[in-house]
């Protein structure tokens, strides 16, 4: 064989091995590392880690008796959640375009902004145009919107990106304290979607880093995770303890994340120390105040489930959205995940969501709060508090995806309602935005609820006083309604703020690709519209201090989350993409809006 045919050969055998070895990751069932059993695939990438490095070398004060084993692949596909052929019509095909190009040119101004002003630090501050750090100071936007990039086509922007995240050392930080939840959702997911969407190994390297820390974080008496945690005291193997007062959310949200990281890496820890967590939510379930739901407020330390306060909103909302995602991360085969979202939607369906009363008579529902009190002789009673909560909006996407995950119409249902309440809520307001929490008057029935006026100026009048010191006999309720701009239906807005939060187009994305509703894709864009429209500033975007403001009034404040880039602008972006673009049979979403990839079956 001539030397040059010899070449030739060589180059085409290596090029076909990288060809597989690329197959294998974009059909993904984990990329395994040396670390993996012996029953698993035997496929070992060269993945540097450091064991001196110090989250590594640390003695764990309190270990498992025995780490549970990450569930095998499974042998049968689940349910699929998008309809088969889903296309978008000729229609909307070229609207959609320009509606695409639209979101991501708002994404680009922001992400320009950022690079010039604040590159490396975790946000800018649009109106000052200065660096902020709320995260550990390890460029929360960077690392927050490196998935972004990719999904957008913005590569040579995420070369850059990686590069400089490449560099970031978690062992540093400029925090005294930092919410391990927060940087679980937001970095750590971060860091392991842009990984399954690029198969870079310098970000798995630095997912294991911040991995290895967040693992610290649980090595208490009864391995329930530190959310407010001192990670120098941590580094100095000073004793650690869970909380006596920590939102269940954010104690039950490492589900998806720690999940991800062993099915990866195929070190079974990550999975063990979130499984451990959850398992205890799920033998505390039935036992709380509010049965099938968990309270706001838990004791994380005596393991204590007693606090009287039940949500869908701002405290509880990113467990209550893991619990069908780990189901379909796990691939079926930790059936406690189905077992918990079928409790806990039950429960929230009877109690927390309502429709609201509402002069157009639109038959949507919002969700509320529940508190259970005690009565004189000594029962127990739910009262419903009728408080519609941004974040809440959330809850019309899982609805969506419980419901064609584990085929339960009644929450499809239910999840077009919720989508449409959330809608309404942002129309209702001429800015065409939504405020973060508002009050409504709840309808005694969901089917028949016909506009009273007289009810609406009677349910102003009696909160209106009762947020008064001394009630106000002769208040006049039309004078009120007027100097604080209620909309009709609203009966008081108690935070008249937008902080560029995500939740509403999150679940629009959701339920239109879970049932191709093309009416959701001309709300959407109206909703872009009006947040550009009142949120664009030079350097980004920056939230409202107060929606019913109009016109010169609008007053601004000088914060662009990371979430307006990483999350909202990421939604509008794929609402307005190919349904093929990051499929929800493919890939499921964590809390901060990044794309982890689901296992394929055997």
Known sequence: MSRIRRQVLGACLGAFLLLLLYSYHRTNDGILLSTTPHDAP????????????????????????????????????LRKVQPAGFKVSRLNLDRQTSRRSAAK??????????????????????????????????????????????????????????????????????????????????????????????????LLEKS???????????????????IHWN?????????????????????GSFTLEFTRLSQITGDPKYFDAAQRVMELFDRKQDATKLAGLWPVSVNAREELFDDDAFTLGAEASSMYMSLPRAYALLGGQVPMYRKMYENA???????????????????????????????????QQAHLESQMQYRSCFAGGMFALGGALLNIPTHQEIAHKLVDGCIWAHRVIPLGIMPEAFDVVPCASQTNCPWSEWLWKQEVWKKANSLEPEPNPNLNVNTFITDHRLPKGLIRISDT????????????????????????????????????SATQTNNGNAAIIDVT???????????MD?????????????????????????????????????????
Not at 112 to 133: F, V
Not at 169 to 176: A, D, P, R, V, Y
């Open 497 to 532: 703020a937008y902080n560029l939060r995500p939740e509403a187009i999150e679940s629009m994305f959701t339920l239109y690709r879970v049932s191709g509703r093309e009416d959701l894709l001309d709300a959407a864009w109206d909703m872009l519209q009006a947040m550009q």
């Open 105 to 202: 040119g708002a994404f680009e101004r922001c992400w320009k902004s950022y690079q010039s002003l604040a590159r490396g630090a975790d946000e800018l501050a649009p109106l000052s145009g200065s660096p902020t750090n709320k995260l550990g100071g390890w460029g929360a936007t960077l690392i927050d919107n490196l998935d972004t990039l990719w999904i957008m086509g913005m590569h040579d922007e995420f070369k850059k990106a990686v590069a400089a995240v490449t560099d970031i050392k978690f062992e540093n930080t400029q925090s005294s304290e930092i919410n391990t939840h927060d940087v679980n959702i937001h970095l750590l997911g971060g860091l392991l979607a842009a990984f399954d969407l690029s198969a870079d190994l310098k």
């Open 562 to 602: 990371s979430m307006w880039m990483s999350q909202t602008l990421k939604y509008f972006y794929l609402m307005f993409s190919s349904p093929d673009l990051i499929s929800l049979d493919e890939f499921v979403f964590n809390a901060g809006g990044h794309p982890l990839k689901r296992p394929k079956a055997s």
């Open 231 to 251: 990670a120098q005291k941590a580094a100095r193997q000073e004793e650690q303890f869970a909380e006596e007062s920590v939102l269940g959310a954010e104690l």
């Open 208 to 226: 294991i880093e911040l991995g290895d820390m967040l693992y610290a974080a649980f090595d208490t008496p009864n391995r329930m995770p530190i």
């Open 345 to 379: 939607t039950l429960t929230a369906a009877g109690n927390n969501l309502f429709r609201p009363m509402n002069p157009e008579g639109k038959e949507v529902l919002i969700s509320g709060t529940v508190r259970v009190v005690m009565t004189e002789n000594g029962n």
């Open 42 to 77: 035997k496929l070992t990438l060269n993945v540097e880690i450091n064991p001196k490095s110090l989250w590594r070398k640390l003695p764990v004060r309190y270990p498992v008796a025995e780490i549970q084993p990450l569930p095998v692949t499974p042998s049968q596909t």
């Open 549 to 559: 403001d109009e016109g010169s009034e609008l007053t601004l404040k000088d914060s």
